[in-house]
């Protein structure tokens, strides 16, 4: 069975990598899908956030990261999935997400929603908590993986332009992982 797990991702945290995780233990494949909002100013570009996920669940042999536009229920039917995956955090989480389950149940009989609830130590964890602390000059080594912590602190730190990332300026694509490009490049960041 094939599950989706749609969402920003802006970034990737140790909450999210916890779902992940415990989603490929019960499907046999999990595609980690970016939703390219583009009502949404984010951190990282669509491509960046890719590399980053695929960095960070590059032990997970059946998780694929890939982007999508539109309705979540249609990305899935495109991908063959039966499932959406969604963590559930605290009781706002819970409102939102019944809501988003009840509505694409509308649109996809044959599409279930599965919440996998926090493990109690993420259950603060968002990406913007992540970015709050680091735009205050916090640490978030424990929120995040390593390379997502140095992305972030180029970031806000020294100012760099986010195309000079350590991850997705240095490290190659796995040709094992279904990449965007068609040429196996890592194509360049969205203006
Ligand atoms: P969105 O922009 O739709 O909120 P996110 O990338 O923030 O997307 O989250 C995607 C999914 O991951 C959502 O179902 C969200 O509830 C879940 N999630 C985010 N952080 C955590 C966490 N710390 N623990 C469990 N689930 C989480």
């Known amino acids: 069975m ?60 059946n998780v694929e990261a890939d982007s999508f536009d539109g309705l979540t229920v249609n990305y899935a039917q495109q991908r063959q999935a039966q499932v959406l995956l969604r963590g559930l955090r605290a009781i706002s989480d819970f409102e939102v997400e019944l809501q988003m389950a009840h509505t694409n149940k509308t649109l996809s009989t044959q ?21 709050e602390i680091a735009r205050f000059g916090g640490s978030v080594d424990h929120l995040v993986p390593p390379h997502i912590a140095l992305d972030i602190s180029k970031c806000y730190n020294h100012n760099y332009p986010t195309a000079n990332l350590a991850t997705t300026a240095v490290i190659p694509p796995l040709q094992t992982i279904p990449m965007e490009s068609p040429t196996g490049t890592i194509p360049e960041p969205e203006v």
């Open 111 to 131: 599409i279930e929603t599965v919440f996998l609830a926090t493990s109690n130590e993420y259950s603060f964890l968002s990406s913007s908590v992540v970015k």
């Open 2 to 61: 094939i599950a989706i797990y749609p969402g920003s991702f802006d970034p990737i945290t140790l909450g999210h990598l916890d779902i992940i995780q415990r989603g490929s233990r019960l499907f046999d494949q999990v595609v980690v899908a970016v939703l390219r909002n583009p009502h949404k100013a984010p951190l990282f570009t669509v491509q960046q956030r890719l590399v980053q996920i695929r960095i960070a669940t590059q032990h997970l042999s």
